[in-house]
Nanobody, 120 residues
């Protein structure tokens, strides 16, 4: 199995920056993508950013230009650099890893989440 451990959440003022980290361990073979989701109270979980093993990235429109996702393959770690934070960015940020093989198809693994709070 895959274990995901997040860190870097906290409380910041609007306009500030924060960097989240997610380290994958365990059975890490066949991980083809890692990313970040977020969920705020009363709202649906949404994709924030994803990076594939080949390095391609996708972002939610709401964070494009402000957030940057990156990965360190040697450390099996993905990062989310968040700049120009807004109160609406307040949410629990959850790390995701996706595995694929021809026998079982796609499997998703999730971290425990880290709280990001942006004050006005």
């Amino acid at each position: 199995q895959v274990q995901l451990v997040e860190s870097g959440g906290g409380l910041v003022q609007a306009g500030g920056s924060l960097r989240l980290s997610c380290a994958a361990s365990g059975s890490i073979f066949s991980i083809n993508a890692m990313g970040w989701y977020r969920q705020a109270p009363g709202k649906q979980r949404e994709l924030v950013a994803v990076v594939t093993s080949g390095g391609s990235t996708n972002y939610a429109d709401s964070v494009l230009g402000r957030f940057t996702i990156s990965r360190d393959n040697a450390k099996n770690t993905v990062y989310l650099q968040m700049n120009s934070l807004k109160p609406e960015d307040t949410a629990v940020y959850i790390c995701n890893a996706q595995k694929y093989n021809s026998y079982w198809g796609t499997r998703d693994y999730w971290g425990q989440g880290t709280q990001v709070t942006v004050s006005s």
